[in-house]
């Protein structure tokens, strides 16, 4: 087996490569004078079983593009199997159409995925189950539920409720509150049409004199998120703990939540986090043990 990286991640490629004992697949790669992406793959592959990582988040069409270019090579260099993993896969939010003109993007990348000839994606807390359905070939959804939970069981659980900041969120936050065996607070968000911020609306539940802990799967410009966090504490939540899988952190996420009553936010690493944007309240948890036991189940005995 030999595992490859792209550009996006590469410290959780080493993290997994570590964690599976597996060599590391060395690629040069290039960029050309017209923005074009190329690679040269120096270790052989032939007849191996090879695992390509890369995720989604910052540079997100170039990664693309270059995690495509690698499964292509692989094929046509006779890899015995390809898998990709993806720890946090681009374009997943849209999965369906809001209006009859859409595209569905996820969709589209499942097939690019497929068409390059993946045999089988490893990704993380996909955005909805739906996605699963878009790949002909097996898909493992990894779960970071219990990982979080790990963190989560040091503070107060008996005075503990779980958070959704969206109905969509419904199903993660009674995973969560399966697993801590508290209650879930469900809030409904309103997006205005062609919005990137939101407004949130609604809560089902009580959060007064509780520790809340919101959940999701993505932050990105953290509009959610703060408007969960604000009317939850406005309704008299004692303290705000945060736990998100995918941390793209876009534009003045960090301040914001710096400036917030947020008073930790757990996120895992599917994302690189550049230096600029880590900060006291966040704390990062790994999650390459958890894809490297993935990687070990899929094909007995590689
Ligand atoms: C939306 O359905 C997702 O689950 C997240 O709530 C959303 O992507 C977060 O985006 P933002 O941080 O920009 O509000």
């Given amino acids: 087996m030999l595992l490859f ?3 996006s991640n590469p410290k959780l490629a080493e993290s997994i490569a570590d964690e599976v004992s597996a060599r590391f697949g060395k690629i040069e790669h290039l960029r050309f004078s017209d923005g074009e992406i190329g690679m040269r793959i120096t270790d052989s592959f032939l007849r191996k079983h090879v695992y390509a990582v890369q ?10 593009i270059e995690l495509l270019l690698m499964i292509d090579a692989f094929r046509r260099g006779a890899a015995k199997s390809v898998t990709a993993v993806i720890p946090y896969l681009p374009y997943s939010r849209k999965e369906k159409k809001d209006t009859r003109q859409d595209p569905i993007s996820g969709k589209l990348v499942a097939n690019l995925l497929q068409t390059a000839g993946i045999d089988a994606l490893i990704s ?3 955005h909805s189950d739906a996605i699963e359905g878009f790949f002909d070939v097996p898909v493992v ?4 539920v219990a990982l979080f939970a790990r963190h989560l069981r040091k503070i107060d659980l008996a005075n503990t409720v779980i958070v959704t900041p969206d109905m969509g969120g419904a199903k993660r936050a ?6 801590l065996e508290v209650p879930v607070v469900i809030l409904e968000k309103i997006r205005p049409h062609n919005s990137p911020e939101t407004e949130v609306m609604t809560m089902i539940g009580d959060v007064s004199s509780k520790e809340a802990v919101i959940v999701d799967d993505i932050i990105s410009t953290g509009g959610t998120l ?3 966090a604000e009317l939850i504490r406005e309704r008299g939540a004692k303290k705000i703990h945060v736990c998100i899988t995918h ?6 996420a960090v301040a914001r939540i710096e400036a917030s009553s947020i008073d930790t936010l757990f996120v895992t690493d599917t994302v690189a986090i550049p230096k ?6 966040i704390k990062v948890i790994s999650i390459a043990s958890l894809i490297a036991t993935e990687i070990q189940n899929l094909i007995p005995g590689n």
């Fill in 5 to 7: 990286s792209g550009t």
């Fill in 55 to 64: 995720s989604g988040g910052d540079n997100v069409n170039d990664s693309l």
């Fill in 124 to 126: 993380v807390d996909l």
């Fill in 141 to 144: 959804n990894i779960s970071p």
């Fill in 174 to 179: 009674r995973s969560f509150a399966r697993e």
């Fill in 226 to 228: 703060i408007n969960a």
């Fill in 247 to 252: 941390p793209l952190l876009c534009d003045n």
């Fill in 276 to 281: 600029e944007k880590l900060s006291k309240k």
